[in-house]
């Protein structure tokens, strides 16, 4: 099932892109996986054009109402935990010296962590993480330095990012770059989407901005339309 969320701020040449392009692109079926596509939503520290979360509703399906109470401080703990493996009071106390009694607190009546052994560590993550892909867009009607760098960023949540650009034959350097720095380049004209360059596909969860969207996702899908208190 496919839901957008959202629409371009600004009218204008870029904005139409963005739209048809997502009037175009075939739906996810099949897969039963849940497709949430939200565009210019604002993240942290970045509004990319399109971000398209691939999901599935079977592993959100049993998740806890506490998980809506999250804040977005309390992803960086889960984040830090699925690098680390599991950590003390102590050991956390390091990264969160403020609040880290109510963030543990949270985290577990959300059901994401348990403590075993005076540590804590995270549920399986098959449990507690339901997207499988993440895939970024920035759309300008040619590439770009900047249009790129503004990708180069998005890898640092998603699994896959792009440009789109309406040049079927952008700049040769621009192509060599993308490549070298992974991103891939989707050339839309005419209602025909042509791949230039294939995105590197990353594992999932990047970072806790991952994490965040597979709660924002969910979210979306209940009606409940606001991203993790700061």
Known sequence: MRQIYGNPVRNGPESRLVLDFLSN???????GLSESIFIEYRLENSIPDVIIVHWDPKIAENWSSQRRLLRAVDYRLVHLLFIEGSLTAE?????FPINLPR???????????????RAWRLKPLEEIFAVKRILTVEAKLSSSTRVLEQALLNTLFSSESYVLTQSASPMSKSIRVAHERGVGVWSYSD??????????????????????????????AQGIKDGPRS
Do not use: C
Request: aromatic share 8%; charged share 20%; net charge negative.
């Open 103 to 117: 963030m543990l607190k949270r985290l577990y009546s959300a059901g994401l962590i348990v403590e075993e052994n």
């Open 191 to 220: 209602g025909r989407l042509s791949a230039l360059v294939a995105a590197r596909e990353l594992p999932l969860p990047q970072s806790h901005v991952s994490w965040m969207l597979n709660d924002i996702a969910w979210h979306y």
């Open 91 to 95: 050991q956390l106390d390091r990264f």
């Open 25 to 31: 692109i075939v739906a996810i079926e099949g897969t």
